[in-house]
């Protein structure tokens, strides 16, 4: 069964940067080329909601408003491994995030707290 494990949150300073990454293991043949990976977060009392998106049928990388310019993904298949670069992060973007690869099969991480002070 193929697990994804994020790492990287922590507590940063208004302005900062932190890179999230997300780590695939259990499964031999898993590659995240074969699936639409998406980063999503939760803050307390809110819903899940999506931060971007690269798509395996479009070819393309999705972000939401909130995020856009300040937020990159990245992949390093030889490590199985995706990476959620953000920079000059707000105290808005504090929330737990998780990463998830989906293509009739969905897996999710068990997430990362990022914590942003103002």
């Known amino acids: 069964e193929v697990q994804l494990v994020e790492s990287g949150g922590g507590l940063v300073q208004a302005g900062g940067s932190l890179r999230l990454s997300c780590a695939a293991s259990g499964a031999s043949g898993f590659t995240f080329d074969d699936y639409t990976i998406g980063w999503f977060r939760q803050a307390p009392g809110k819903e899940r909601e999506g931060v971007l998106c690269m798509s395996k049928s479009a070819g393309g990388t999705y972000y939401a408003d909130s995020v856009k310019g300040r937020f990159t993904i990245s992949k390093d298949n030889a490590k199985n491994t995706v990476y959620l670069q953000m920079n000059n992060l707000k105290p808005e973007d504090t929330a737990v995030y998780y990463c998830?690869?989906?293509?009739?099969?969905?897996?999710w991480g068990q997430g990362t707290q990022v914590t942003v002070s103002s």
């Open positions: 998830n690869a989906a293509y009739f099969r969905s897996y």
